[in-house]
């Protein structure tokens, strides 16, 4: 029954735009006017971004993400210094939040070297960055 489900899911994906028709002309329509179809029109699509090219799109994504980390690395040591501190004689559960806070400060220290070396390069290289 599953299978036959999915046949006709995908019949119909497949066969849909069959039936749809873009511009259907209008019997309602005199014929003294040219029809729709015989104008030259032309069809722009506006931009939804903010950005205008590749490169703005990705520093706005690094930029996120760099602020995402600047907040979730002080409370990822949180949770690595409760689980220290709870652990009370359980040497795994210490071992646990020593593991926690060593890689949130290993992952800390490379996010926040990724834009310095980006800016770095980038006057090696002579590129324009938005870091320089």
């Known amino acids: 029954m599953r299978k036959q489900i999915i046949k006709i899911l995908i019949l119909l994906i497949v066969a849909f735009p069959l039936f749809i028709q873009?511009?259907?002309?209008?019997?309602?329509?005199?014929?003294?006017?040219?029809?729709?179809?015989?104008?030259?029109?032309?069809?722009?699509?506006?931009?939804?971004?903010?950005?205008?090219s590749f490169a703005e799109l990705l520093n706005a994504v690094i930029d996120f993400l760099y602020n995402i980390s600047l907040v979730l690395a002080p409370l990822m040591i949180v949770v690595g210094g409760y689980y220290f501190v709870t652990a009370a004689t359980n040497p795994k559960q210490v071992e646990t939040?020593?593991?926690?806070?060593?890689?949130?400060?290993?992952?800390?220290?490379?996010?926040?070297?990724?834009?310095?070396?980006?800016?770095?390069?980038g006057n090696i290289f002579g590129i324009d960055t938005p870091y320089n």
């Open 97 to 121: 939040g020593k593991k926690i806070i060593l890689w949130t400060l290993i992952g800390l220290l490379i996010i926040i070297a990724a834009k310095g070396l980006i800016a770095l390069f």
């Open 22 to 52: 873009a511009q259907a002309d209008s019997p309602d329509q005199p014929s003294d006017q040219p029809s729709p179809s015989s104008q030259s029109t032309s069809v722009t699509i506006d931009n939804p971004l903010q950005w205008n």
